[in-house]
């Protein structure tokens, strides 16, 4: 008897303590465990991880307890009944309402981002499927919990999102309005592999509906890329696009994601088309990337991309000399070669020297070995040298278009050596420029006097309710003007004139770091680091009859950090890790701690 009192009690104890472990027994008690936290959570919630897993475990016939606790007001308990009714996948569609009164319950704090709506990628069915769309259509992205529903429909999917698209013309939605649904027929082609020529025919049949909208039709003719590979729908993709010209954008997307060779003819036209207006001032609308994943391309389209190699923007010569080493252009390479030997811009140079790899080129050897010993630049001589080496025991680069490799690169070139704090101060000591010529904004003396309206209000009002004036960080007094820049990271920056009796005008939309006078001109120090974007840029200023002549002089490694002038004219710049020296009359050189790297 007494032996079996001690183990009753034992028995006790090890429940007691399996509780107080984690190791709850039964769904309410499991839930019981969930901790009360008052403050805001993120992601899934906090719980003991056993509990979690017991609680997963018990898969629909957990369903209602969770919706109960995911319905309460403690966000901790919410967040942790949210996740895991996510994660149970032996619903049905009987368990839709449950789940929909979870979500709209919840989906205030969070837009699309409500974990359960994954759930319902379980579910299935016409109202599951009906209910994500129409959320999808709510909150017009995919990159969220409603787009991970849809990955987990698949196939299955895709009638609900053609059910989507049907917006006649009494419907009010925009494109935007469809972004989300766009992007889930992209997810469902590029991540899922999906291809259903059966589906993109019925997108077909949408697109040709006379009475469905221009912005529902240009979703659907970009997902039908997502979907096929079909040649006879390019073909049609192609055909319609040329009979109806506002959709060539939308046609020219989906034939590049389906591999047809019959885009080509639109990246002709688009590139004959700025080359006419004059070359465009940016990449961004430019079809380089997409050229180069495109592989082989016409002699006549090659001819074109070589045109861009003059262009005034040195961002459009790097990409279009990076493209025509991608697309096998065998005919540029006596045009690459001469953007090779540039000492005013390591990213034209590197552009040259890599394409002429992916080409082979062996008649370029000189020119790249000359980088390889002269570039003021040491990461670009080195990674000339190994160019010259792989040249030399004919190992060629893929010609396999990987965008990544580029950013990869660049950060790789971007990568200066240390210039310890002592270096700073005892070999580059400041010298200091009278107040009457140049002020720096403190924040007990701003620089008030130089005030101007924020730019973007100009042209982007609704983004500036409250009228804003900025107040710049420094200002430069050059030929009677004076110069006053500011720079606001991602948001922008820009350098303003202000002449006498007269208002102030923007002469360079750039992140200014800092403005020198030098002789007869003025240099901006200019950049920005953001994401893997990391660039710096020297402007050159002059005054002309006509006004301000402003144009790019020489590439900095990177975004400038700092720079000061140095008691010879020259100006020591930091970048990054590293610093590097600018003299107006001697170009850029990598700084180092050798007493004789300031005699230039």
């Known amino acids: 008897m007494r032996w079996i009192i001690w183990a009753g009690l034992i028995c006790v104890m090890m429940m007691s303590h399996a509780v107080r472990a984690g190791q709850c027994q039964g769904i309410e008690q499991c839930i019981a465990q969930i901790p009360y936290i008052q403050e805001n959570v993120r992601g899934r919630g906090k719980v003991d991880k056993s509990v979690r897993e017991r609680l997963r475990a018990y898969g629909r ?20 009944a949210d996740s895991l009714i996510a994660q149970i996948q032996d619903l049905q569609e009987e368990d839709f309402e449950v789940i929909q009164s ?17 759930a319902l990628g379980y579910v299935g069915g016409k109202k599951a499927g009906t209910f994500l769309v129409n959320e999808l259509k709510r909150v017009q992205t995919a990159s969220n919990q409603i787009g991970a529903a849809f990955m ?28 989300g649904i766009g992007e889930v027929f992209y997810m469902l082609g590029n991540e899922l592999n999906i291809v259903d020529a059966k589906y993109a025919k019925q997108l077909i049949k949408l697109i040709k509906n006379d009475k469905v909208t221009d912005a529902a039709k240009h979703v659907a003719m970009s997902a039908i890329g997502d979907i096929t590979q079909d040649p006879k729908i390019a073909q049609w993709v192609y055909d319609y696009a040329i009979a109806h010209p506002k959709f060539v954008d939308s046609a020219t997307e989906s034939l590049q994601t389906m591999k047809s060779p019959l885009v080509e003819y639109f990246y002709l036209a688009q590139l004959s088309k700025e080359i006419e207006a004059g070359f465009p001032s940016s990449v961004y609308q430019l079809p380089f990337s997409d050229l180069a994943r495109l592989g082989k391309v016409s002699e006549k389209t090659g001819s074109k991309v070589v045109a861009f190699l003059q262009a005034p923007s040195w961002e459009v010569r790097v990409e279009a000399a990076l493209s025509l080493g991608y697309i096998g252009y065998h005919q540029g390479i006596s045009e690459l070669i001469t953007l090779v030997d540039n000492p005013y811009d390591w990213r034209q140079s590197y552009a040259g020297i890599k394409a002429l790899h992916l080409l082979s080129a062996k008649s370029a050897l000189a020119a790249i070995e000359r980088v390889a010993q002269t570039h003021w630049y040491a990461p670009l001589r080195q990674y000339a040298h190994e160019v010259v080496t792989a040249l030399n025991l004919d190992t060629p680069l893929s010609a396999s278009y990987q965008k990544q490799d580029i950013s990869e690169d660049f950060l790789r070139l971007m990568a200066l050596a240390q210039v310890p704090p002592i270096c700073h101060t005892h070999f580059f000591e400041k010298e200091l420029e009278s107040i009457e010529v140049k002020k720096y904004a403190t924040k007990t003396q701003p620089l008030a006097e130089y005030s101007y309206p924020e730019p ?28 006053a820049g500011d720079s606001r990271g991602e948001f922008g920056g820009e350098l303003m004139s202000f002449a006498t009796d007269s208002k102030a005008h923007i002469i360079l939309k750039e992140n200014i770091e800092d403005v020198y006078v030098i ?22 200023i002059q005054m002309t009859k006509q006004g301000f002549v402003i144009v790019p002089f020489y590439r900095l490694p990177g975004a400038p950090n700092a720079s000061w002038k140095l008691n010879d004219g020259a100006i020591f710049i930091k970048v990054g890790a590293g610093a590097v020296i600018f003299h107006p009359e001697t170009g850029l050189k990598v700084a180092d701690c050798d007493e004789q790297s300031v005699q230039l």
Not at 108 to 114: A, I, K
Not at 155 to 174: H, W
Not at 521 to 535: C, D, E, M, P, R
């Open 519 to 540: 002789g007869d001109y003025a240099y901006a120090i200019t950049g920005l680091a953001h994401g893997v974007s990391n660039l710096g840029m020297i402007f050159k």
């Open 61 to 80: 016939e957990a369903l209602l307890p969770l919706a109960q606790v995911a319905q309460e007001s403690n966000p901790n308990r919410q967040a942790v």
């Open 152 to 179: 987990r429909l698949g196939v299955d999917g895709i009638p609900f999102l053609i059910e989507g698209l049907r917006c006649f013309d009494s419907c009010k939605e925009d494109e935007e309005t469809f972004d």
């Open 102 to 118: 979870v979500i709209k319950h919840n989906r205030s704090y969070e837009l699309g981002g409500v974990w359960s709506y994954r």
């Open 456 to 483: 973007v209000c100009a042209y982007e009002p609704e983004f500036c309710e409250v009228p804003r004036n900025i107040v710049p960080t420094v200002a430069a007094k050059f030929q009677g003007q004076w110069l």
